[in-house]
């Protein structure tokens, strides 16, 4: 688990903090008592970001574009960051296949824009960006996806997140080597899930809209799986990592997985169904003709590096992550506050004291 006494007053901007993962992020780093900048466009309407105030924890909050390299460069230097987390992206697949040149330019030159601004910081150590488990190229091989397996992606945002890490390497190499500071590294984490995420074309997002609305979730490909992961499992992972980089830990890999264990595999059925049973109601059913744009039909993804390496490891299983989003949402629905519902996941995910 996160080191509270490491992040107690230390200055972290967190870019995309108005998204779903940037919202808890920000909350799990208050808890732990970080002084938390954060760094994005203006939130989706209906965001977690508005529901769970989270700008009312924020040191600073600012509505930059990482596609603006100016103002960028000026956000950074006046929040003088010591870690920078950077979780700012156009992160749907879907939306990849919509608006491609959008999703390259604020996955890849968005990238680069925001370590351009980190270079030569005196008071930064750590850069720590995160892209997705769909940066692997798709070679059917037997064994989930590890760090040193090729890059690839198939769809625009899965290919967006690959040159975002060839940026990353580029960068690495040029910039952030040797003992240099800041550390530069990469996190590629599963599908995660979890309370307050209004996202379209998500899996819970969409299941918890149909039962509201009492009608059954047609799902397009219900077998396929994918590495389903509580946010603050993977939440947690970033922080150690990042622990480690500013800390000067030898040793450090320059990417890692975060994600369940690999006997953990769950399809989307398997998935839907559980949370319907959690939920007490509600129907799913194939589509007999999917729609929309290709997908992988299978992800696996291997995080033993980061068990061995950082001593990390998941607090939940798919089972019980499905239990505390469905335990999140059905309290907002019976009227709890959605920042009484966070901390209080958080501090059980902390562990006691927290």
């Known amino acids: 688990m996160p080191n509270a006494a490491f992040w107690a007053s230390r200055r972290v901007l967190v870019t995309g903090h108005t998204g779903f993962k940037g919202s808890w992020l920000s909350w799990m780093l208050h808890a732990l008592g970080a002084e938390v900048h954060g760094l994005a466009l203006a939130p989706e309407p209906d965001s977690l970001f508005d529901m769970a105030e989270v700008a009312s924890i924020l040191a600073s909050d600012l509505r930059v574009d990482i596609r603006q390299p100016e103002r960028l460069a000026q956000a950074v230097a006046d929040c003088r960051p010591q870690v920078v987390l950077h979780l700012a992206a156009q992160a749907l697949v879907r939306v990849g296949y919509e608006d491609p040149l959008g999703t390259y330019d604020t996955n890849v030159q968005g990238t680069a824009n925001l370590l351009q601004a980190c270079r030569d910081r005196a008071d930064l150590q750590a850069v720590l960006v995160v892209t997705t488990d769909k940066v692997y190229r798709d070679e059917r091989q037997p064994w989930p996806y590890r760090e040193t397996d090729p890059l690839g992606g198939h769809d625009p945002y899965s290919n967006s997140k690959a040159c975002a890490e060839l940026v990353v390497q580029a960068f690495r190499g040029s910039y952030f080597s040797g003992d240099a500071r800041p550390r530069l590294v990469t996190a590629r984490a599963g599908n995660v899930i979890g309370g307050g995420d209004r996202c379209r074309d998500r899996l819970l997002p969409d299941l918890f809209r149909a039962l509201r609305a009492g009608r059954p979730l047609a799902l397009r ?134």
């Open 221 to 354: 490909h219900p077998q396929a799986t994918r590495p389903w992961q509580h946010v603050l499992d993977a939440l947690s992972g970033y922080l150690v990592l990042a622990e480690a980089m500013a800390g000067g830990r030898a040793g450090l890999a320059p990417a890692y997985n975060f994600g369940p264990s690999v006997d953990e595999i769950w399809s989307v059925a398997d998935v839907a169904r559980r949370a319907c049973h959690q939920w007490g109601g509600g129907d799913v059913v194939a589509l007999a003709t999917p729609d929309g744009p290709k997908e992988s039909l299978h992800l696996r993804l291997d995080a033993s590096l980061a068990r061995q390496s950082l001593g990390w490891q998941p607090r939940l299983d798919t089972r019980q992550a499905i239990a505390w989003t469905v335990d999140w949402e059905r309290q907002l629905f019976a009227g709890q506050p959605a920042h009484a519902l966070m901390q209080a996941q958080i501090r059980a995910h902390l562990g006691p004291g927290r």
